[in-house]
């Protein structure tokens, strides 16, 4: 199997603008990107390695490297039990963008996690989210449950 790296790169940017438009920043990419990737990376810290496999097998090929970039699977799980926590486990991925990126505001962030978990049903099947939705502690499941349902 030939690697097409041209093809990858214009499935990304497509994909970047794509995302870009459903999170309402327009032309901006670079924060979709941070925001994108924040929320992979805090997901992958809190779900079951298997269920990240299984999430990451569903991914198109450019995210799954962007899903497996810098992940160290020995490390120990934060516990995550409530959304403001989950928010916070994102904001720590984002870095310094994250005062920026979030507006400072719980409520902001919430919507972007959702409309993330949205935007992802394209590629991500049904019974894949259900089964994310169901490794979540019950406070972080309405992120999942209520955007799979329509």
Known sequence: MALNFNQYTSEAN???KDYAQQMNFGENTDKAGRILTSVLY????????????QFMAQLP????????????????????????????LVRKHDGAAAINDFE?????????????????????????????RDSLPKDLKDMVYSNIMF
Request: glycine share 6%.
């Open 14 to 16: 497509r994909f970047l």
């Open 42 to 53: 805090a997901l992958r810290d809190i779900i079951p390695m298997q269920e990240s496999f």
């Open 61 to 88: 090929m450019f995210l799954k490297g962007v899903y497996v970039h810098g992940w160290s699977v020995g490390k120990k799980k934060p516990k995550i039990k409530r959304m403001s926590e989950f928010i916070d």
């Open 104 to 132: 400072y505001s719980e409520e902001v962030a919430e919507q972007y996690i959702k409309t993330t978990f949205i935007f992802l049903r394209k590629y991500i099947s049904q019974g894949e989210l259900e089964d994310i």
